[in-house]
């Protein structure tokens, strides 16, 4: 009977399209929103991904995400490696420092200061120049989008030329020379990242009491990161967590106190509403179409069981194609959208988020019309 | 007295009432009918003299309220509904006023279905249906879709798709009324040739008086029964001629 199915869904083809153009959009926007909505809570600790080094990071108590500092005594480094376990801690800075460009105008941009000795946090990937080039006087390493985007010179003819080695800028009215150009994760707030040395982080830096960000640490060989953590925070009083356990910190942060959840929240179960009312509605249709054609075939002898694979096979049918095209069309516009700000994670959790919500809209048109059909009365078969 | 081996269909005092409470519509009031193999038996009568609700409960696709009824001794108040559903399936052939056809299979898959249904292989249900066609004169069409067949045609392929699984048991609702006089007359022929067996029974429900001459009794309905069932000359004719 499957045929059968298959022939009755496929020949009415206005009906099989609006269905399959229903669930495409409904699994288009459930999935490009949800996978942009990734994406922006991947860039809030984008900081994080790019500084894989230190196994433990620690820092005041009182800090709710990875952009909310909260300084520390220099010190509180040299207490941290005292710490049993810790194979050793250095000093980080991250602030937001304004940059004076060529044309007078001002930016503000996401200034890392590394430990100086051991340089230990610096950028996942050098395209220009090296990171021992930091060492330099007045140095510093720009990432690449900043180096061609924002922080990008202008000629009087409004062209923009990227930042490039050797030139030249002002951080909070220091000078400051580019010795490197680097790839880092996007940001959050898309601003420049520049990273410097920590002693000179502290002079770009507005004077403070306390200038000290993080310290970032690594376990000794064997250590267990939570055993440690619990070590630290007992030790110095300050919070000590795992890589994994500060992103979480992080985007609960996001989660909690921004609009983010909610507003992307609402389109995607926007999606899954136009998914229902498109999609399950014109099924339902289709279904209240073929009434008489299913009323005949029970008449003939096919059990109620049989008519509901047809409905199962027809709903799953629309359903894959949909999700399918849904799905190929997101990722279309995610791939392009690439070089933009766009943000744009398409993980494999949100494929099959985004497949439960395609079968979901179709098991409740299936259902709905599956209830149709077992109530059907055979004897319509002879209504005029 | 009647030979009970010959009965095909017997029903006794049966009645329907559609409706509850202070819309109640009776429809059959206490119908007696019997219907024996190798017989065409005609339903006639006005709108709503019970003609299609009599024909829906012999066919096994609406329950009766009263009384008593049987399809070659068996009857469907002791049935589970899967039962009905697979004897129907079996047993029982139907030929629509509108014919019923899927507009999206072809002739051939349309007049397979009863097969298919009864679980016989998709390409070999195809190959008897072609078979069948070619006996009702569409060898040529078994491929093409119904909607592009004239009304003659498509009840054509209706009787054949009635027929393809042999079933003791035919029953038509109004086969002519959507033909032209012409048409009418051939499909009747038709059904009486291949569908009127030894061990077969036909009922037609009509309201077309030209096709009373087919049938072997005539029974006349009105107001939910029975009023009379009448011998038709048909068959004697029919075998003068010959």
């Not at chain 2, 049966?14 to 065409?40: C, I, N």
Request: a positive charge.
């Amino acid at each position: 009977m499957n045929f059968i199915a298959l022939k009755m869904l496929v020949g009415n083809r206005a009906r099989y399209l609006s269905i399959i153009i229903g669930l495409t959009f409904a699994s288009l926007l459930i999935t490009q929103q949800s996978a942009i909505f990734m994406g922006l809570m991947t860039r809030t600790f984008g900081f994080l991904t790019d500084t894989s080094f230190p196994d433990i990071w620690v820092m005041d108590p009182k800090v709710q995400y990875i952009d909310d500092i909260k300084p520390l005594k220099e010190t509180e480094s040299i207490r941290v490696r005292s710490v049993e376990g810790v194979a050793w801690a250095v000093p980080l800075y991250k602030g937001l420092l304004k940059a004076r460009l060529s044309n007078g105008t001002f930016q503000t941009c996401n200034v890392i200061g590394l430990d100086d000795e051991t340089l230990i946090g610096g950028p996942p990937q050098l395209l220009q120049g090296k990171l021992a080039d930091l060492r330099r006087s007045d140095a510093i390493i720009v990432d690449i989008v900043g180096a061609t985007g924002k922080l990008a010179r202008s000629t009087p003819e409004g062209k923009r030329i990227p930042l490039k080695i050797g030139d030249t800028m002002e951080l909070n009215d220091h000078r400051a020379v580019v010795v490197g150009i680097c790839q880092v994760q996007r940001t959050f707030q898309s601003q420049p990242v520049v990273y410097t040395t920590y002693s000179r982080a502290t002079v770009f830096a507005p004077r403070e009491r306390k200038l000290l960000s993080f310290v970032a640490a690594k376990a000794k060989p064997g250590q267990d990161f939570h055993t440690l953590c619990q070590r630290i925070r007992k030790t110095t009083g300050l919070a000590a967590y795992t890589k994994d356990e500060f992103k979480k910190l992080t985007i609960r942060y996001y989660m909690k106190y921004t609009g983010i959840p909610i507003n992307f929240g609402t389109t995607v179960v926007l999606g899954f509403i136009v998914g229902i009312a498109i999609a399950g509605q014109t099924f339902y249709s289709f279904t209240l179409d073929n009434l008489r054609y299913f009323g005949t075939l029970k008449a003939m002898g096919a059990t109620d069981r049989v008519l509901l694979q047809m409905i199962l096979l027809q709903a799953a049918l629309v359903g894959s194609i949909g999700y399918g095209l849904g799905v190929g069309v997101a990722s279309t516009l995610g791939a392009l959208s690439g070089s933009t700000e766009l943000s744009f994670l398409l993980t494999w959790q949100l494929l099959l988020a985004s497949a439960i919500a395609v079968m979901l809209i179709c098991a409740v048109s299936a259902v709905l019309s599956m209830r149709k059909v077992i109530r059907l009365e055979p004897a319509i078969v002879f209504q005029s | 007295m009647m030979d009970m081996d010959n009965i095909a269909v017997q029903c006794k005092s049966m009645t329907k009432t559609y409706g509850s409470g202070s819309t109640l519509v009776p429809a059959l009031r206490g119908v007696d009918l019997e219907v024996r193999t190798g017989e065409l038996m005609m339903l006639v009568g006005p709108s709503g003299s019970g003609k299609t609700t009599l024909i829906s409960i012999i066919a096994g696709v609406l329950d009766r309220d009263g009384g008593e009824c049987t399809v070659f001794g068996h009857d469907f108040k002791h049935m589970t509904h899967y039962e009905k559903t697979r004897y129907r399936g079996q047993n029982i052939g139907f030929v629509f006023q509108l014919f019923n056809l899927i507009p999206t299979l072809s002739t051939a898959e349309n007049v397979a279905v009863p097969l298919i249904i009864n679980g016989v292989k998709r390409r070999e249900a195809i190959e008897r249906a072609c078979e069948i066609l070619s006996r009702v004169g569409l060898g040529d069409r078994t491929s093409s879709p119904p909607t592009q067949l004239s009304g003659g045609q498509q009840q054509r392929v209706a009787i054949a798709r009635a027929l393809l699984h042999n079933p003791k048991l035919i029953v038509c609702d109004e086969p002519t009324s959507a033909l032209d006089h012409e048409t009418g007359h051939k499909i009747l022929e038709l059904l009486h040739d291949v569908a009127v067996g030894i061990d077969r029974a036909l009922i037609v429900v009509t309201h077309d008086a030209r096709i009373f001459e087919f049938a072997d009794r005539i029974a006349k309905m009105d107001d939910g029964f029975i009023i009379s069932v009448e011998k038709s000359n048909y068959r004697l004719t029919n075998k003068k001629k010959n």
